[in-house]
């Protein structure tokens, strides 16, 4: 049985995905309603309703919108990882836009590092992803968000230090 | 303000929460599930289970029972059997006061048949004999009448080691069946079966 902090944990990560209320809560319903009729009994109840829900959402939502998706050169970024996120630095009151902005995978991928504070080698695991790709992703996501946001500021002072996982 | 994606994130997500009623649902919903989960048994599961059992069971009777036949002692089981042939008291196939004149009948037999040391045929009123089976290997039959009037049949085959395995050797065996004496004994590789 999920307690509340981990309801309302997999709800905020229904949210990230959906970035709707409705659309998160029902999400969360369906995953925990699939979850209990076959894998109650699972050792890491936590990171199972995760890929229950990831599926879910992509069976859901993001098969009713194309995803573009972009060729990318793995090795080129692959001295980035997640924490060179952290670098970044926006005006609170556009988190939202920026979320907004990002795709349903880039909020996956924030939600694992900024709420379950994963390393980009669980994120890896948890998309089921070679960690380049994840890699790519992350670079590609900072570039974008630098882009969209002129305002956000990264400091590479911070970055050189994150680099080491 | 500026702050971290990571710091703005996480208040921005932190936010978000299931409202009380949301929350009552989901947790009813884990709590009919869990109940309803227990109260349907996975039946596919407990059926195997019982298939298993049940074959575990019948198995293990037929092999206690084959083993009880394989237990059963040698010697009982070649009582019960001549003792069986005696009873139905078939027609002689030969008739003939001594062995060496009715045994060139019993061409057929793998073994030549004896006069056993411990049993005197000669001092018996021999009638005559029929081809037989003890435990599936040909066997010779020899009817006598005693002198107080009874029949008495006197049984030999070859000792085969693979069928007989397990009759004990160099003494003479007594079993009861039905009320009759079977003695049995092995001489010169030769099994004899004697019932009155």
């Known amino acids: ?20 209320e409705t659309a998160a809560y029902d999400l969360l319903q369906n995953s925990l309603e699939k979850f209990l009729k076959n894998n109650s009994e699972k050792q890491h109840k936590l990171a199972f309703m995760y890929q229950i829900i990831r599926h879910q959402f992509i069976d859901e939502y993001r098969k009713q919108s194309k995803q573009k998706s972009e060729p990318f050169e793995e090795q080129e970024y692959i001295d980035f990882d997640v924490k060179t996120l952290e670098s970044i630095h926006i005006d609170e009151d556009l988190i939202e836009q920026v979320l907004d902005y990002l795709d349903p995978l880039e909020r996956e991928i924030i939600f694992y590092w900024a709420i379950e504070g994963y390393t980009t080698q669980q994120i890896a695991d ?15 996501m900072r570039q974008r968000i630098k882009q969209q946001f002129p305002t956000s500021q990264a400091q590479p002072s911070l970055h050189k230090e994150e680099l080491k996982e | 303000m500026k702050q971290s994606l990571k710091y703005s994130v996480q208040q921005q997500l932190n936010q978000k929460s299931l409202s ?5 649902q989901l947790l009813a919903l884990q709590k009919t599930k869990t109940t309803s989960a227990n109260r349907n048994l996975p039946w596919h599961k407990v059926t195997a289970v019982a298939s298993v059992l049940m074959l575990s069971f019948i198995l293990s009777l037929y092999f206690t029972d084959n083993y009880y036949v394989s237990a059963q002692l040698i010697e009982q089981r070649i009582a019960e059997e001549v003792a069986e042939n005696h009873l139905k008291l078939k027609p002689l196939e030969v008739n003939g006061n001594t062995l060496e004149g009715i045994s060139q009948y019993f061409e057929q037999l793998a ?23 003890i435990q599936g290997i040909t066997a010779l039959q020899l009817r006598m009448k005693s002198s107080n009037n009874k029949v008495q049949t006197l049984y030999q085959t070859q000792y085969d080691k693979q069928v007989f395995k397990g009759f004990p050797m160099g003494e003479k065996v007594t079993v009861y069946v039905k009320g009759m004496r079977v003695d049995m004994w092995v001489e010169k590789d030769i099994l004899f ?3 009155e």
Request: proline fraction near 5%; charged fraction near 15%.
């Open chain 2, 111 to 133: 073994f030549l048949p004896l006069n056993p040391t411990l049993f005197s045929l000669s001092k018996q009123n021999l009638l005559g004999g029929r081809y037989c089976s």
């Open chain 1, 126 to 140: 948890m998309l089921s992803m070679p960690k380049g790709t994840v890699l790519s992703k992350i670079h590609r």
């Open chain 2, 20 to 24: 009380t009623q949301q929350l009552n």
């Open chain 2, 193 to 195: 079966a004697l019932i």
């Open chain 1, 1 to 20: 049985m999920f307690e509340q902090d981990d309801l309302n944990k997999l709800y905020r990560f229904c949210y990230s995905l959906t970035l709707d």
